[in-house]
């Protein structure tokens, strides 16, 4: 059973609300300026009790467990494809820069190409010669993958002294028929990772080319203590074990309300 917004005992709106507050002035001042609260869902324990996975139009993607949604405001185009009926959900993982740009931009772009803000895109961490120098933007079906580490960049923040890492992934929908899908590109088959129990590895990542294929459509955002990190800066054996393989995504640590955030020294 869906329960909107936090539940009675949610930690997570202060530890969002504390992230949010930690990221740069331009950046966060841009994910407000998208955002449609309204619609915010919490996927805590607390808040959410349902089944981990669901099917739109015929696909199945993993429920965001342990994360909460910040709801954005979607192009009219969203609503003139029938994109919430009709459209395979996904997620991007990237860093709260990236992200910003994506809203303000509208769709993924490919890499190279150049942002708003004048930078280039970059490219994504795939294994060397994986797809021949085809330039793809990618999304998988579950959250457990795109949010990886290597993938959503970690932001270390700290509120009244303690430590937190925060991270943030894009909530997309694609047409069907848009994107090839294919196994995972960094080599976790032969190291016995798994991610994510819902979806094989070999299908666990969606790569596309088609601009305008893929909508964003929500920004989910995850807080812990930064000791359940081990500093590796992207998976690694012990990462993906601790934070991945139990069906049940661990929750964030309480963060008193109104606390003040500080980013990090060497967060970006």
Not at 36 to 63: H, I, L
Not at 99 to 106: I, K, Q
Not at 125 to 136: P, Q, V
Not at 224 to 234: A, I, K, T
């Amino acid at each position: 059973r869906r329960r909107r917004g936090p539940g009675p005992c949610c930690r997570m709106t202060a530890a969002v609300q504390a992230y949010l507050e930690s990221l740069p002035p331009k950046v966060r001042d841009t994910i407000a300026s998208f955002r449609n609260e309204r619609y915010d869902k919490c996927f805590c324990s607390a808040c959410f009790s349902g089944p981990p996975t669901k099917v739109r139009a015929g696909e199945t993607y993993v429920m965001p467990l342990g994360w909460s949604r910040l709801a954005i405001k979607v192009a009219p185009r969203f609503s003139a494809l029938k994109a919430n009926q009709e459209f395979h959900v996904g997620y991007h993982g990237c860093s709260a820069e990236v992200a910003a740009s994506v809203l303000t931009e509208g769709q993924l772009l490919l890499p190279g190409m150049k942002l708003i803000d004048g930078s280039a895109l970059p490219a994504p961490h795939t294994r060397e010669g994986a797809f021949d120098g085809r330039k793809l933007y990618f999304t998988s079906p579950t959250p457990r993958y795109a949010g990886l580490n290597l993938y959503a960049k970690p932001h270390k923040f700290s509120v009244d002294g303690t430590p937190y890492v925060g991270k943030l992934i894009l909530e997309v929908v694609q047409k069907p028929a848009s994107y090839e899908v294919g196994g995972e590109t960094m080599g976790m088959t032969r190291q016995g990772a798994k991610p994510c129990p819902y979806i094989p590895l070999d299908r666990i990542e969606r790569f596309s080319e088609i601009l305008g294929a893929c909508i964003p459509c929500g920004l989910l955002v995850r807080v812990e203590p930064v000791s359940r990190h081990c500093g590796c800066g992207y998976w690694c054996a012990k990462c993906v074990r601790q934070e991945y393989l139990a069906e049940a995504q661990p929750e964030p640590g309480a963060i008193p309300p109104g606390a003040a955030a500080e980013a990090d020294s060497d967060s970006s």
